[in-house]
């Protein structure tokens, strides 16, 4: 049977529970209005955007779980785990992904004047993403961009430095592109220093927006299809993650939810 479990990290909704993952039932348009509600109250937060490689993660790790659990803003990234949700009974009523978030969340930002930080991406790719978005959103206020060399987060040092070009800059939002669960690590300890901001784990989001990275065509989004376009454009990169690792798991969650269903209709 789906379980609820109380989202005691905010005191709102309950998170419907899928794949092992607590998810907050919410639209990319309800999840932005939360953030711009926080952010006007002077409090921050953390949104986590799992898909089934973080269901994975998430549940053969115990500290990976409790990072999870404790952002604020936990929504499904992955079509496979809205469509459990829905044969369990207790549907989320949309994907969000980060690379939407990126958008709708700046063009808040935007209009609210929160200055905005990119941290991510091989060099040149947060800069090339914040003058996309700025030419979408003029009035946006990029405050800073950063892309730290591959593995600074395996030092102490390296964080510290990273984090320090962050909180110097003084944004309200930030967008960590690093991939789960560094960036959700890194913006774990970035919360102490910036209470008030709010961070948002977005993965290959910010090479989306600055057009490095080839995004599926919205027919195949949301057909649940991104996947296999992503896999013909990194075959090599991305083959065995999803070919062996999440395909298979996205097929046993889906017939788990399916036989979930059943012995509830079945039972007196």
Known sequence: MARIR?????????RVVVGGV??????????????????????????VTPNVDICQAVAGDAALRELVDGAEVVVADGMPLVWASRLLGTPVPERVTGADLIWSLSDRAARRGWPVYLLGGPPGVAAAAAAELAG????????????PPYGFDATARGRQQARRKVVRAGPR??????????????????????????FVGCGAAIGFAAGTVSRAPRWMRGAGLEWLFRLACEPGRLARRYLVDDVPFALRLLLTSVATRMRRRSAP
């Not at 109380?6 to 309950?14: D, E, L, M, P, V």
């Not at 348009?29 to 921050?44: F, N, Q």
């Not at 960590?176 to 913006?187: H, M």
């Open 6 to 14: 109380a989202n005691a990290s905010t005191g709102r909704a309950a």
């Open 22 to 47: 607590g998810f907050d039932p919410l639209t990319e348009d309800e999840v932005a209005e939360r953030v711009e509600a926080e952010l006007s109250a002077g409090r921050g937060g953390h949104i």
């Open 173 to 198: 939002l930030v967008f960590v592109g690093l991939g789960f669960p560094r960036q959700d690590l890194l913006i774990d300890e970035l919360r102490r220093e910036l209470p008030g901001t709010w």
């Open 136 to 147: 979408r959103h003029p009035r946006l206020r990029v405050c800073g961009v950063d892309a």
